[in-house]
């Protein structure tokens, strides 16, 4: 999606009035995110830690289409040879898809539950 200065700027003085915002609603976006391979335990080492929590490797892609009115999400990620302190915890597969938008913007979401 992308927006010009002057709509970056209205959006501001308007201080996300839906009015200002809706006209934005219908464009199309795309986004993708491809991991082709990233070693877990350097993350921890790449935020100041001495020790890692655990090592692995982490590959998948994510994917956003469609429009901020009516988005699609679609991912895959896999976690490979996850092992902390040379103890072998497995791998792990994870999978995400998403198709609708939920406004909150007048209370809790639909799926927030009272306890």
């Known amino acids: 999606m992308a927006l010009s200065g002057a709509e ?3 959006l501001a003085r308007a201080k996300g009035s ?3 915002v809706e006209p934005l609603l219908g464009r199309s976006v795309s986004v993708a995110l491809e991991v ?3 070693l877990v335990g350097r993350m921890a080492n790449l935020a100041g830690r001495d020790r890692t929590p655990a090592e692995g490797w982490l590959q998948g892609r994510l994917s ?3 429009s901020p009115a009516s988005p699609q999400l679609r991912g895959q990620f896999q976690l490979r040879d ?3 302190e040379q103890k072998r915890l497995g791998n792990a597969d994870l ?3 998403a198709n609708s938008a939920r406004s909150c913007a ?3 979401p639909p799926c927030a ?3």
């Open 113 to 115: 539950t009272a306890s």
């Open 36 to 38: 082709p391979g990233l």
């Open 95 to 97: 999978y995400v898809e």
């Open 106 to 108: 007048k209370g809790p």
């Open 8 to 10: 970056l700027v209205q």
């Open 82 to 84: 996850v092992a902390r």
């Open 18 to 20: 839906s009015a200002a």
């Open 64 to 66: 956003l289409t469609g």
